[in-house]
């Protein structure tokens, strides 16, 4: 079975320009090419939905030279909606946009609704997000609709990815065995593919090497293998 879902945890676009002696941003520059490549292959090998990890809450740490780098490229990335939309994709963002500057807010607004009607493949990105936050907005927006309890509905539908499906495979580059904050109870009974390569170095060849590890994997949901 082909995964209907994959998120990626972009991780090692860094290590990628260090190992070249090369400033970090070049990392990030070359890590959009393979965003691209990554979008293309989902189409070509029929998966539904593909999420990007691009910035976490956790990212603000990093120095202001690296963050406002990292901006530039979104900038870019949205001013590319014609190529998005020639290809039937429809583009969401998950997290919590408001702590960007606002040109960058405006155009991801612009960027969701003017392809909003495409039937494609869904493109989701992560931005400023992390499961912690995400949860305690869900809490917190509960609480003021004034509710007292709750039911996985309720919570699932004040998640960011209320209108998504929860991945069926997560797959992580660049060595770290870790989630990073990210997805944390959509990937309840998701399967988990973690790769050294960096990803800068991410192409078709381990794109259909982790379609073909998702195939072997016997999903069970706490039942009998079937
Ligand atoms: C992931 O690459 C991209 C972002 C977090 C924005 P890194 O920048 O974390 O690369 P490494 O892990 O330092 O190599
Ligand atoms: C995870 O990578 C976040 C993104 C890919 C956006 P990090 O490089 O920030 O994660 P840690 O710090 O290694 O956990
Ligand atoms: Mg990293």
Redesign the pocket.
Known sequence: MTPSHIAFI?????????HRHLP?KY??KM?TKTLDLVVNLAMKYEVKTVTF????TE?WT?PKS?IDY?FQIFRRFLSEIDKYRDKNVRLRFIGNLAKFPADIVDSCEKMVSETAKNDGLNVVIALNYGSWEEITTAVNSLLASGKTSVTKDDVVSALYTHDIDFPDLVVRT?G?VRLSNFLLLQSAYSEFIFTDL??PDFDEKAFVSVLDEYASRVRKYGGLKS
């Open positions: 972009m991780d090692g676009n860094g290590r990628w320009a260090e970090r990392g990030h890590g990890y691009a910035f976490s990212n990093r690296e990292l660049g770290e960096l990803w």
